[in-house]
C-alpha cells in the first residue's frame, strides 16, 4: 500500500459545482498535513493545512478523520480558476521529510 | 522578499554530459529539499539540506547524483552523466524549519531537464 493516495481523477465539474476529494495516508503516526495546489507547469503552492479541528478558508473546507486516516478536500462553489491538481502531503511525527501524492486532477467547465 | 529562485529554468543536455541545477532558498531559509516530478507523476523526495549539511538524501540514486548546501551561495543539485530517464521537472523547496510539524514548504518554479 503506498503511503499516501489519492485518486488521480480527472474530476470534471461545471462551475458553481461542490466536489470534494480524499486522501488515505498508511503511516498512523503522521502528525501534519496540507493541501498543495499545483498548476499545469507550475510550482506546488500551499493551499491549506489540515489540522484536527477542520479548517476552513473561504470556498474551501479540509477535515482530518484519524481513525480511518484520511484528509479531505471540499471546494463549493467552483471557479474555472480551481482548475489545477491538488495535492495531499503528509508528514509522520520525528521525520522531517513530507510524502506527496500523486494529486487529484480537477477540471472546471464553464 | 523574493521567493524561491531556481536556475536555468530549461536545462537541455546531451546523454553523458553533467548537469547542474540551482536552488537559491528564501531569505532566512536554511532548510532545503530537492524533489523530482516526472510527468503525470507525484514529487518524489530526493534530498534534504541544511547549510553545509545533508541530512537526508534517502531519496536520491546512490550514483551520478548529488547535492550541496555551502555556507555561501546556492543549493546545487548536481547530476553526472545523465540518461533520458533524468529528462523530468526538479524542484527545490525551502522553509525556516524543518518540514513537518505544520511548517510550510515554499517552492521554486523548477528545472526542467531534458535529456537528448
Known amino acids: 500500500r503506498k503511503e499516501v493516495e489519492q485518486d488521480p481523477g480527472p474530476f470534471n465539474v461545471p462551475e458553481g459545482a461542490t466536489v470534494a476529494f480524499n486522501c488515505t495516508y498508511s503511516?498512523?503516526?503522521?502528525?501534519?498535513f496540507f493541501w498543495y495546489r499545483q498548476d499545469c507547469r507550475k510550482e506546488p503552492k500551499l493551499l491549506m493545512s489540515v489540522y484536527s479541528s477542520g479548517n476552513e478558508d473561504g470556498r474551501f473546507t479540509a477535515q482530518l478523520n484519524r481513525a480511518s486516516q484520511y484528509i479531505s478536500l471540499l471546494i463549493r462553489d467552483s471557479k474555472l480558476s480551481d482548475s489545477a491538481t491538488y495535492l495531499c502531503v503528509v508528514s509522520s511525527g520525528g521525520s522531517y521529510i513530507p510524502t506527496f501524492g500523486r494529486g487529484t486532477s480537477l477540471i472546471v467547465h464553464p | 522578499n523574493a521567493g524561491v529562485m531556481q536556475n536555468p529554468r530549461h536545462l537541455v543536455r546531451r546523454r553523458g554530459q553533467e548537469a547542474r541545477l540551482r536552488c537559491s532558498p528564501m531569505?532566512?531559509?536554511?532548510?532545503v529539499y530537492w524533489y523530482r516530478q516526472l510527468p503525470e507523476e507525484g514529487l518524489k523526495f530526493m534530498v534534504y539540506l541544511q547549510k553545509e549539511n545533508i541530512i537526508d538524501e534517502s531519496g536520491m540514486p546512490k550514483e551520478r547524483f548529488s547535492a550541496e548546501f555551502p555556507k555561501e551561495g546556492p543549493s546545487i543539485l548536481r547530476i553526472q552523466q545523465v540518461v533520458r530517464g533524468d529528462s523530468a521537472a526538479y524542484f527545490c523547496?525551502?522553509?525556516?524549519?524543518?518540514?513537518?510539524?505544520?511548517?510550510?514548504?515554499?517552492f521554486g518554479p523548477g528545472t526542467r531537464l531534458t535529456v537528448l
Open positions: 523547496a525551502s522553509s525556516p524549519l524543518p518540514a513537518g510539524d505544520y511548517n510550510e514548504q515554499f
Open positions: 531569505k532566512g531559509h536554511s532548510h
Open positions: 503511516n498512523s503516526a503522521s502528525q501534519s
